[in-house]
């Protein structure tokens, strides 16, 4: 008996992730770079969802690729509110011994809509210790998703790269000048400061400041925390003029606290 074997290929459309930069600024906004891989068909492809950091400010961002025209995108999920994020997610709402699963239709100040393999069902939130509950983690509820519409010109392999606002990180300067003799001895530290819940791994930072720019490299930054990191440490002297950011200095003689200055404009006051 002869056998017939057939092999069917699929192609389908998906994406390998890059180590993302971060572009970090002193105060306000800071400009989050993140880049996909995607392979792309000769005309019009559909690309996505992209899934954006949850602290993505969504208004003007900036989607680039080599080669490749960006006829537009569709955004979902851009709300901070979570009742609005809630809604077209499953879910399951615990409270008066009785559960409800289902999808979120609607929210309100009171109640929840929900669509249930039994029908549609309209109950009230729960208040503690009753729950609402979702098998979505944290970042996937609140994460923007950008989905692209592009034209290439060749069936090939993309890399694309979306820049956008975020809000919650900043950094800052401190020094420390330790006095010995008549010598100075400076060493300089950046605080990076995240604010946010969001954990960041294996992500290159740039340091941005009017003129000032510094390439960090790759740096872990933790959820609602701080981290130092030495930039700095050089003898020098009184008038000398440094290309550092602003910053508080606390200065010590042979090892002892004496007061305050600051460096502006690279001169130490």
Do not use: C
């Not at 979120?104 to 939130?125: H, Q, Y």
């Not at 010995?180 to 060493?187: D, P, Q, R, V």
């Amino acid at each position: 008996m002869l056998k017939i074997i057939t092999l069917i290929v699929l192609f389908v459309n998906f994406s390998l992730a890059f180590a993302d930069t971060l572009f970090l600024s002193r105060t306000g906004l800071s400009t989050y770079v993140q880049e996909e891989e995607f392979m792309v068909a000769d005309g019009e492809n559909v690309i996505g969802p992209i899934f954006l950091k949850p602290i993505a400010v969504t208004e003007g961002i900036l989607v680039e690729a080599d080669g490749i025209e960006i006829e537009g995108y569709f955004l979902e999920n851009t709300s901070k509110n979570w009742k609005e994020n809630l809604k077209g997610k499953f879910i399951s709402v615990e409270g008066e011994g009785r559960v409800v699963k289902g999808t979120v239709i609607e929210l309100d100040k009171e109640f929840i809509k929900i669509n249930t393999r039994k029908g549609f069902v309209v109950t009230t939130i729960p208040k503690f210790p009753s729950r609402i509950k979702s098998p979505l983690k944290w970042d996937e509820l609140f994460s923007p998703q950008i989905t692209l519409k592009v034209k290439s010109k060749l069936a090939q392999s993309q890399i694309f790269r979306i820049s956008y606002p975020v809000e919650g990180l900043s950094w800052d300067a401190e020094y420390v000048i330790n006095k010995k003799n008549s010598e100075m001895y400076l060493t300089g530290f950046v605080n990076i400061k995240n604010t946010t819940p969001v954990e960041f791994k294996n992500l290159t930072v740039v340091l941005i400041d009017r003129d000032y720019k510094k390439d960090m490299g790759e740096i872990h930054i933790n959820s609602f925390g701080e981290k130092k990191l030495k930039f700095i440490q050089k003898k020098i002297t009184e008038k000398e003029i440094l290309d550092i950011p602003d910053g508080k200095v606390s200065i010590y003689e042979n090892g002892i606290f004496t007061g305050y200055r600051f460096i502006k404009s690279g001169t130490l006051h």
